[in-house]
């Protein structure tokens, strides 16, 4: 064999490996996968705490306004009686002597019975009362998504509920929002 058909043959093989090689990276570029498999989707929750306020109408009872602090009347009246009572016992100077007491005794038993009554006395009204409440609410904020591609798992956060498939551009898993206004 000679030199030149040897040089011919080791060419055509550097050719072919070359040609091989390209061949099978232009298949791999090709085949290339244009989307991932999901495989599950987790919602990614956040808590709002809002304050409200929360009022309401709630009946209250007031002592109502004494008009006879000392209670005078009650004395009198009590004092009055008493009176009449002790006049009622004895004769001469223990009439005297009863009546007295009677109108004493009357007189702080009146004033102690009007001071109960007054204590009794009261007055219902309505107030309108407010107090501030937090309110607790959950927000969908995002998807954690678990993809396969190429026969390996990842994981990826989207701002949509992704269907069961993801797509993918030069090998990478796009997790922006579809859009359906892209219209050429």
Do not use: W
């Amino acid at each position: 064999m000679d030199t030149s058909m040897i040089k011919g043959i080791a060419v055509g093989g550097i050719a072919m490996v070359v040609l091989g090689a390209g061949a099978v990276s232009g298949y791999r570029t090709m085949t290339k996968p244009e989307f991932a498999e999901v495989v599950a989707v987790k919602e990614v929750v956040e808590t709002m705490v809002t304050p409200q306020e929360k009022c309401e109408d709630v009946k209250v009872q007031h002592r109502a306004p004494v008009k006879d602090e000392h209670r005078i009347a009650g004395s009198v009246a009590g004092g009055l009686a008493g009176g009449l009572l002790g006049s009622a016992v004895g004769g001469g100077k223990g009439k005297t002597l009863a009546t007295v007491a009677g109108v004493a005794a009357g007189g702080y038993a009146g004033n102690q019975i009007q001071k109960k009554m007054q204590e009794k006395d009261v007055v219902t009204t309505t107030e309108h009362r407010c107090k501030t409440v937090n309110e607790k609410s959950q927000k969908v904020v995002g998807y954690n998504v678990t993809y396969r591609l190429d026969g390996k798992d990842g994981v990826v956060r989207t701002s949509f509920k992704p269907g069961p498939t993801l797509p993918v551009k030069d090998g990478q898993v796009v997790v922006t929002t579809p859009s359906s206004d892209n219209k050429s």
